[in-house]
């Protein structure tokens, strides 16, 4: 069989990492060997810290303590923080593909000439994300403990009360939303409307507003993940959660464009999709396989080493019960079994290897925002519900429907772009001594 040696690959690479994961377990394991109780005490200490810099109104410190940040397991709260997680997954892939779009004018790229319809299309859902936002925007106080904290008893709070407060809270990202939508539907615009005159204006209006989209892009996600995810714990301090957040949404959206390009190469995109193009995604996927895991070490590494009790706790909560294990997963399924199976070239062009490694991103994202989001409302480990699959695939099933909706409503890929006969003519990169051999 000729795949047999293809596959032998793959499978010593899975059980190599299979057998670092052990191993890291088993020596983890020996590390942490002390009771739950001294772990809660670890966490408490944590807590009692701040108090010792005079903040006598804060009841436990910057109420790091289990009590400050719990929330009470309802019906509601149950499915809010389902939905929170599940729409956060979406959300990343929304604003990934509009970084891509904002990514293909800055560089005036031409392989991407073929696959920027399917990232505007995608980018196009932000106003179904903004509608989407309002069930968290509403019910808001019932999902943030700090919208029931008075920001002069906590010291956390007040420091931070410019931003989180409700106003600010629901004006911020209303007005987000809307820029997004404004971004992503102008693209989409400009990209159409040079299907039918072919007018290089159309070119010139995207990479202006790519321009200055870059920036805006970047402050805004930033705002909206400070907002939506990190003030579930309004004490954690982290300058790199907001890339944190981007890193892990283009590479999950990377995968997911893969899946749908590699999909329509035999159907709508047929003739200009060509193994260049996928290998250069698969690329890029292999790129933000390390990017994140490098933005994750690095949040990781700082914090601890800071040793600062508004960093750490953040950490020290997820260390409790069954999350500790939920963050190996994350360690090795995020970062070491992607790495290890795209670091070849051929795994990139192989749909039967590409095809689970795609699922595999999406379940490590999504156990990836899981465990950012519900140790907030299940502090003692990880707690899956029927709620949590019900929101998730529901969310995506939602989303997938319209894109395909918009996607048949236009030309499948850029008719008229200057870039496109670039990019299907120039598709293949002949082997060494091709040139030669053909003289």
């Not at 920027?116 to 903004?130: K, S, T």
């Amino acid at each position: 069989m000729i795949l047999s040696p293809f596959f032998k690959r793959i499978f010593a690479l899975l059980a190599c990492a299979g057998l670092v994961t052990f191993g890291a377990l088993r020596l983890v394991a020996a590390e942490h060997a002390e009771p739950a109780a001294a772990t809660h005490a670890a966490a408490e200490s944590h807590a009692a810290a701040p108090a010792e810099h005079g903040d006598a109104h804060a009841e436990g410190g910057h109420g790091h303590g289990h009590s400050a940040n719990a929330v009470e397991v309802t019906f509601l709260s149950q499915f809010l923080y389902s939905y929170l997680t599940a729409y956060m997954f979406c959300l990343s892939i929304v604003v990934g593909a509009l970084f891509l779009v904002i990514l293909h004018h800055l560089f005036d790229a031409s392989w991407s000439t073929p696959i920027r319809r399917v990232n505007e299309q995608i980018a196009c859902l932000a106003p179904v994300m903004g509608v989407l936002a309002l069930p968290i925007i509403i019910l808001a106080p019932s999902i943030y403990p700090w919208m029931s904290i008075d920001p002069a008893h906590d010291h956390a709070l007040d420091v931070k009360k410019i931003l989180f407060n409700r106003t600010s809270f629901t004006v911020i990202l209303l007005a987000i939303f809307g820029l997004w939508s404004f971004m992503a539907l102008n693209f989409r615009k400009w990209s159409v409307a040079q299907d039918k005159d072919g007018a290089a204006k159309w070119t010139s209006k995207a990479r202006f507003q790519a321009a200055w989209g870059i920036f805006a892009f970047a402050f805004s996600l930033t705002l909206v993940v400070f907002l939506l995810m990190k003030s579930l714990m309004h004490q954690f301090f982290s300058t790199m959660y907001g890339v944190y957040y981007f890193a892990g949404s283009v590479w999950t959206t990377l995968a997911t464009v893969y899946g749908i390009v590699t999909w329509l190469r035999t159907r709508e995109l047929k003739g200009v999709i060509f193994n260049n193009t996928i290998h250069y995604i698969g690329t890029l996927f292999f790129a933000f396989t390390v990017f994140y895991a490098y933005i994750h070490f690095s949040q990781y590494f700082l914090i601890w080493n800071a040793a600062i009790p508004e960093e750490t706790f953040w950490y020290v909560k997820r260390e409790v019960g069954s999350w500790w294990q939920v963050g190996l997963l994350i360690l090795f399924g995020h970062f070491f079994v992607p790495f290890l199976i795209l670091l070849r070239i051929d795994t990139k062009m192989n749909p039967l290897v590409m095809g689970p490694m795609i699922l595999w991103a999406w379940l490590m994202h999504y156990v990836d925002m899981t465990f950012n989001v519900m140790p907030v409302l299940y502090p003692e480990g990880l707690h899956v519900t029927l709620l949590d699959p019900i929101c998730w695939i529901g969310l995506a099933a939602v989303l997938a429907a319209l894109f395909w909706k918009n996607f048949k409503s236009a030309a499948p890929f850029p008719l008229k772009d200057p870039r496109l006969k670039e990019a299907i003519t120039q598709h293949e990169v002949p082997a060494p001594g091709a040139a030669a051999a053909h003289h």
